[in-house]
């Protein structure tokens, strides 16, 4: 069965880097083609795509976010991180790492996600 | 970097219903384009990829059309668990991008 839990603190302090870690089962992170991908919802807001790493280790950011983003991976720990640097209030979000597959340009398989708080 | 529209914002209709979404990219994303679905305090749910084919475990009542920048979910008649916000996602090289989601909901 294929899994991804993201974790990581609930609330963080603006300037503060944030340290997301998702980590899968039931996949490896090191198949050709297999990636994951970082998106964030703001409470009663859409979603927002972050970031994405590949198995090869190629990574892509959204321009908005690559000054401060930088995603990860160990493959032999099964574990993607995701690092936000200077956090402010309007990261304050529900953060989701999922799966794509090299045969879909889509994400199939979504962790629960984890909401974080960015306060004072 | 693509920008996704969708329409309408929402869509008030009754269970039995045929739903019809839009998403229009800003520029051609050939068939690189996904729909998912999210109920409240859940993650988005996969329901087609490669702009036409139904995710694993996807009813049938769910089908996806469209090519280049026109996209379009249909809900051939709407069950009861189908009203939720729907999200249509795009690639393009290595970028990805969501558009702003649209709300059916009862009428």
Redesign the interface.
Known sequence: QVTLKESGPVLVKPTETLTLTCTVSGFSLSTPGMGV?W?RQPPGQ????LG?IFSND?T?Y??SLRTRLTISKDTSRSRVVLTLTNVDPVDTATY?C?RKTRD?????V????TLVTVSS | EVVLTQSPATLSLSPGDRATLSCRASQSVETYLAWYQQKPGQAPRLLIHGATNRATGIPDRFSGSGSGTDFTLTISSLEPEDFAVYYCQQRTGGQFSFGPGARVEFK
């Open positions: 991908t998106v859409a979603l927002e795509w994405h190629a892509f959204s321009t989701f999922a879909k340009d889509a994400f199939d979504w962790g629960p996600g």
